[in-house]
C-alpha cells in the first residue's frame, strides 16, 4: 500500500512536472558580469550574441531540466532558431534523432532508443524532446560510446586504436587545479580502487573534448542556429566543455546554471564558472 502510494506520488509529480513545462515561461538570468537581473525579451536579447550556450544539469533534478525547456523555448518563441546538443545522446546516434524530429519513430520506440544511449528518466527529458518535434528544432547527439570512456578510464587514452579516437588527439590531463580538484571529487565517489585518477581524469577529458568537437561542427554547419547544449554541469562549467571549445577556435559560448540552494547561487557563482543563473520564477 505505501509503495503503491510513494508511486502514485511520484507519477503525479511527473505529470505536473510535464504540464508545467508545456506552458511559456519567462526567462529570468542573473548575469554574472553586470551583476544585474535580465528578464524575458532582455534576456533572449542577451543570448542571441553567442553561438552556442550550454545549460547544465544535476541529471535527476527536474528543476534543472525545467531551466533548459525555459531557454529552449524562449529563444523558439523569439524566432531564434535554436537547435539542441545532448550529451544523453551519443553522436552515432543521430539517425535516431533525426528520424524522430521528422516524425518517423513513436515515443514508445523512441523511449527505448534514449534508454538505451541514457538508461533512465525519459520521463524528465521527455517535454523537451516532444517540444523539439513539435517545432522541428534540430537534436544534435554529442557523446561517445561508453565503452570508449570506459576503456581510457581503465587503460589509458593511449590505449585507444586511431579508429576509436576520431578526432581526438593526445588526451592528457591537463586542467585547471579547480577541475582537477572537481574530478578528484567525482573520482571518489566512483569508489574504484583499482582506477587510477590519471586515467579517470583522461576519460572525463574524452567526453568533454569529444562533445566540443561535436558541437563546434555543427555550429559551423548550422550557421543560421543557436546551439543549446543540455549536458550534466561538470561538463557544462568553463573548466569543461567550454574550455575544450576555446582551444578548437568555436563560436562565441554562454553558459548557465540552474540556481540551486547551496551548489549555484548568485551570491557565490563568479564569472571563473558560468556566464548566468537561471533564475526560477
Known amino acids: 500500500m505505501i509503495r503503491h502510494l510513494f508511486c502514485l506520488a511520484v507519477a503525479l509529480v511527473l505529470v505536473a512536472f510535464t504540464l508545467y513545462m508545456a506552458e511559456a515561461q519567462t526567462l529570468r538570468l542573473y548575469d554574472l558580469a553586470q551583476q544585474q537581473e535580465l528578464k524575458g525579451l532582455k534576456a533572449v536579447k542577451a543570448l542571441s550574441g553567442v553561438r552556442i550556450i550550454l545549460v547544465g544539469e544535476q541529471h535527476d533534478n527536474p528543476y534543472h531540466h525545467q531551466a533548459q525547456f525555459t531557454v529552449i523555448q524562449a529563444l523558439q518563441q523569439a524566432g531564434r532558431k535554436p537547435a539542441v546538443a545532448l550529451e544523453m545522446f551519443r553522436f552515432d546516434g543521430q539517425a535516431s534523432l533525426d528520424k524522430w524530429i521528422a516524425g518517423e519513430i513513436n515515443e514508445e520506440r523512441f523511449k527505448a ?100 568537437i561535436h558541437a563546434n561542427a555543427y555550429a559551423n554547419n548550422n550557421p543560421d542556429r543557436i546551439v543549446v547544449i543540455l549536458a550534466g554541469s561538470g561538463h557544462a562549467r568553463k573548466h569543461g566543455i567550454p574550455t575544450q571549445l576555446k582551444k578548437i577556435n568555436a563560436p562565441d559560448v554562454a553558459v548557465i546554471l540552474p540556481q540551486t540552494p547551496g551548489v549555484y547561487e548568485v551570491a557565490s557563482m563568479t564569472t571563473k564558472e558560468a556566464d548566468y543563473i537561471f533564475i526560477f520564477d
Open 113 to 212: 532508443i534514449f534508454l538505451d544511449h541514457w538508461g533512465d528518466s525519459w520521463d524528465l527529458y521527455a517535454p523537451i524532446f516532444l517540444y523539439g518535434r513539435e517545432n522541428q528544432i534540430p537534436m544534435v547527439g554529442l557523446n561517445v560510446s561508453r565503452s570508449i570512456t570506459s576503456q581510457v578510464a581503465y587503460n589509458g587514452f593511449a590505449s585507444l586504436k586511431e579508429e576509436q579516437r576520431g578526432q581526438l588527439k593526445g588526451i592528457t590531463c591537463d586542467v585547471t587545479q579547480s577541475y582537477r580538484d572537481f574530478i578528484r571529487h567525482a573520482y571518489g565517489s566512483h569508489g574504484h580502487d583499482n582506477l587510477s585518477f590519471e586515467r579517470f581524469c583522461e576519460a572525463q577529458l574524452v567526453w568533454d573534448t569529444a562533445m566540443a
